[in-house]
């Protein structure tokens, strides 16, 4: 039975009966038909003196066209630990219209570990994501309106750092040129798209605390510069009161449920490869309220989404991770270690061990935050006793723990011993979470540590031009902000075909932008795109809706 064939048989209880499981009451729900709710603003606030819950983030190794099955391990161990009496919500983002129609299919975990309404969740759900697309294009408006009526502010046309969304694949609005037409239509200059998740709106939105701290940051973004080369904010566009009326409702954190009705916050979506892949802080710091334990999730591999998770939101919003699980699954071992997309299903045991170096490169590097890790082997039918004792092996040479996962075939019962070893490792105490660097480290260092500590690159390769840059903006009070790497989630390096765990490589520079609202140095590396194209066949081609109505193609 497919994901989406599951979804639909789901056993779904109307949203108030599951904000009852938190605490949330039905007037301080704002519901979304019956299956989905947002969460009012004033209950959130009534909250925060109660203590916290315990965070627990799940992670993986680099993503292979194998499948690691990271959002349907964080929905099994939601299950799970509900299953064994810990009052658990889930943490997990909304889901891009441009993966969903480019390779992906969706992004609701899977099997019997899927959180519902699948088919909402992956296409427009509760509108956050068009919001926060009106609300970056409308300040890219009043900008060319505002340079368009005078330009008070003496923009210089050629230093516009602002560009516009949308939330699609669509490689050919990487680099445009506007405004052509006429006197009548404004300032012909280049400019360009990038997608909706690699906004920096986006990225606000997911560190925002409050509605008041929401507009702060959006009136921080630099849209350009003057001639003199001195920043033009939001603010001084007057664009910021605007954009936050229509994000007032996409702060409010969304409430759904598992297959198995335990509570599920899905919200906010920036991407793990260009932004810093972690849900909004305002959806987790509210679960940690309401729960005892907290499954988040965080971006493709640890190196990527993980590493922003530590050094970009938790640093930011103050939170302290007790645990954190390393998903892997054997096909994928196989796949880093040499064998062929279409020869996963033979028996490999050398493979298996050859593979394991990426595994164990991210255990490595999770441990470097101080946060004890279990690897969790996502289990697939195909897999043989000695290839899940291989890695076990190796995880134990390791220092740390492989737990044998079955809950895309059972649900919660096939991740009960997951479950109860990320409850021992919680209660054991050893936690002493901390940044990969400290803030006042130079911006260019922070960049050599992420590179040389997480990639084990031995250089950073970035032009003067690049140094100079960052060196302004530590002039301009700039210089504690964390570091968000933009690079190819594929591989430690910035060649998505070198898999395992490569050393003596360099980590090229390819731009540097400041996003100065949501609080952090963007580093784009390689050849990563902040647009993405979709692939020669699109997954959109099989999307459709059949004769009975229902939505088909998704999975």
């Known amino acids: 039975m497919s994901d989406i064939e599951i979804a639909r048989k789901a056993n779904k209880k109307p949203i108030q009966e599951i904000g009852e499981k938190l605490g949330i009451g039905a007037n301080d729900l704002l519901p979304f038909g019956h299956d989905k709710a947002k969460v009012s603003e004033s209950f959130i606030k009534s909250i925060q003196d109660r203590p916290n819950g315990n965070l627990v983030l799940v992670t993986a190794i680099n993503p292979t066209p194998a499948g690691e099955g990271k959002t349907t391990t964080t929905v099994g161990l939601g299950d799970g630990l509900n299953r064994i009496g810990k009052k658990t919500a889930i943490c997990i983002r909304e889901a891009s219209l441009g993966p969903c129609f480019g390779m992906k299919g969706g992004a609701a975990g899977g099997g019997y570990a899927q959180v519902v309404p699948m088919e909402d969740m992956n296409l427009h759900f509760t509108g956050d994501f068009h919001a926060i697309t009106a609300a970056h294009n409308l300040l890219a408006a009043m900008l060319d309106n505002h340079i368009y009526w005078g330009n008070e502010q003496q923009v210089d046309i050629r230093r516009v750092a602002f560009r516009r ?115 909004t802080v305002i959806a987790t710091t509210t679960a940690l309220k309401l729960a005892d334990y907290v499954v988040t999730e965080a971006g493709f591999g640890a190196d990527l989404g993980a590493e922003k ?64 890790a279990v690897v969790a082997i996502n289990h697939f039918v195909s897999d043989t006793d000695n290839e899940i004792e291989a890695i076990k092996e190796y995880v134990t040479s390791q220092g740390s723990e492989a737990v044998l996962c079955k809950h895309w075939a059972q649900g919660s019962a096939g991740i009960e011993d997951l479950a109860r070893k990320v409850v021992e490792l919680v209660e054991g105490g050893s936690a002493q979470y901390a940044p990969l660097y400290p803030e006042n480290m130079p911006l260019f260092e922070k960049i050599e540590t992420i590179a040389k500590r997480i990639y084990r690159a031995d250089e950073v390769l970035a032009d003067q031009k690049i140094r100079d840059q960052l060196k302004a903006w530590e002039k301009d009070g700039y210089g504690n902000l964390p570091i968000c790497m933009a690079k190819t989630q594929y591989s430690f390096t910035t060649d998505p075909n070198r898999r395992g765990a490569p050393t003596g490589h360099s980590l090229p520079v390819r731009e540097v932008r400041l996003s100065a609202g949501a609080g952090f140095v963007v580093v784009i590396c390689g050849e990563i795109m902040t647009m993405p194209g979709l692939p020669r066949v699109p997954s959109a081609e099989v999307i459709r809706i059949n004769e009975e109505g229902l939505i088909e193609g998704l999975f």
């Open 165 to 279: 969304v949308m939330d699609m694949n669509d490689r050919a609005l990487r680099s445009i040129v506007c405004s052509l037409g006429g006197v009548a239509n404004g300032f012909p200059r280049e400019a360009g798209f990038d997608i909706t998740v690699a906004s920096e709106v986006m990225a606000i939105l997911c560190l925002a605390n409050d509605l008041r701290d929401l507009e702060k940051r959006l009136g921080d973004i630099i849209v350009g510069y003057r001639r003199d080369r001195s920043p033009v904010y939001c603010r001084d566009i007057k664009a910021d009161g605007a954009m936050t009326v229509l994000l007032q409702q996409a702060m409010q954190p969304n409430l759904v449920q598992t297959l198995e009705n335990n509570p599920a916050f899905v919200h906010g979506g920036p991407f793990a490869n260009i932004a810093h892949g972690c849900n």
């Open 309 to 372: 998770f530590f050094d970009i939101k938790c640093r930011k919003a103050g939170l302290s991770p007790k645990a954190a699980v390393i998903v892997c699954t054997v096909r994928a071992m196989k796949m880093n270690g040499g064998v062929a997309r279409d020869d996963l299903g033979k028996e490999n045991v050398e493979a298996v061990k050859a593979g394991c170096a990426n595994l164990g490169r991210h255990i490595e590097n999770v441990k470097q935050f101080g946060v004890p």
